[in-house]
């Protein structure tokens, strides 16, 4: 496992640490996996901590409060969804390119690499992740 622990994290510019607001014990190992990514990533990776099943109030054993507390404490992004309704889902993936998109844009002006600046977006270009998905939308999952 250790073994291929660098490898498989190895080139990642963000991850998503989701805990279900309904389990507790998920919430308290969203600290492990965070050592885990910060051991093995670049220290400019994207992190965000969620909180999915926010459809289920009634339930919740993770208030928003611990989470949005953890996330500050240790300089995450957070949001709280819900697959199940699709609640802040693509909120939540719209953020982290958005940050990714800002890394990226600075390396490049840092450095000076034309080419690397040439590749990004000008300022006020849009970029239409719903366009570019559209080929995954024809291809369904275990079909034949």
């Not at 073994?3 to 600290?31: C, K, P, W």
């Not at 492990?32 to 009634?58: A, F, Q, Y």
């Not at 982290?96 to 844009?105: E, F, M, N, P």
């Amino acid at each position: 496992y250790r073994a291929i622990t660098s490898a498989h994290y190895r080139g990642a510019v963000d991850a998503l640490l989701v805990y279900d607001v309904t389990r507790h014990a998920t919430f308290e190992n969203v600290m492990r996996w965070l050592k885990e990514l910060r051991d093995h990533t670049d220290p400019n990776i994207v992190l965000m901590l969620i909180g999915n099943k926010s459809d289920l109030r009634h339930l919740v054993a993770v208030s928003t409060d611990d989470g949005k507390a953890l996330a500050e404490r240790e300089s995450l992004y957070f949001m709280e969804t819900s697959a199940l309704e699709a609640t802040n889902v693509e909120s939540a993936f719209t953020e982290l390119l958005t940050q990714i998109y800002g890394i990226v844009r600075k390396k490049a002006v840092e450095t000076g690499d034309e080419g690397a600046a040439s590749a990004i977006p000008s300022t006020g270009q849009t970029i239409n992740v719903k366009d570019d998905m559209s080929a995954w939308k024809k291809i369904r999952c275990c079909s034949s």
